[in-house]
């Protein structure tokens, strides 16, 4: 599933395998998410959330970032922000870093980078 706007929110539910979202001016928000993402905004914030694996990234210049996974996942995660947090012990949140392994890392990496404002790890509830 692959989404592009210039001027607006993009909005991704149930999707599985790869997917790609793209904004200028607004929030992407994707969820139910079963696979590989690729998440990139100028202007507003990214939530993923779902069974993630692959490659995840998720890149804004004006917003915070979250990701919402499972008790189960096995993902390397690093993230990059002006704040950091994680619901996980094995993820360390320190100075706006986010760092580490989440099960044996086997199913694929999340990479979260913001100019302006925070990334998160989530347990998916």
Do not use: K, N
Request: hydrophobic fraction near 35%; glycine fraction near 18%.
């Amino acid at each position: 599933m692959r989404a592009r706007t210039a001027g607006g929110s993009v909005y991704l539910t149930g999707c599985s395998g790869d997917s790609s979202a793209e904004t200028i001016g607004g929030s992407i928000h994707v969820t139910e998410h079963d696979g590989p993402v690729r998440a990139r905004t100028l202007g507003g914030s990214i939530r993923i959330s779902g069974q993630l694996h692959g490659t995840v990234e998720a890149e804004t210049q004006g917003g915070s970032i979250t990701i919402l996974v499972p008790d189960d996942a096995r993902l390397r995660v690093d993230g990059r922000g002006t704040g950091a947090s994680s619901d996980f012990s094995e993820v360390v949140a320190h100075l706006g870093r986010l760092d580490g392994l989440l099960g044996d890392g086997a199913d694929g990496s999340v990479t979260m980078r913001t100019a302006g404002g925070s990334v998160a790890i989530r347990r998916l509830t």
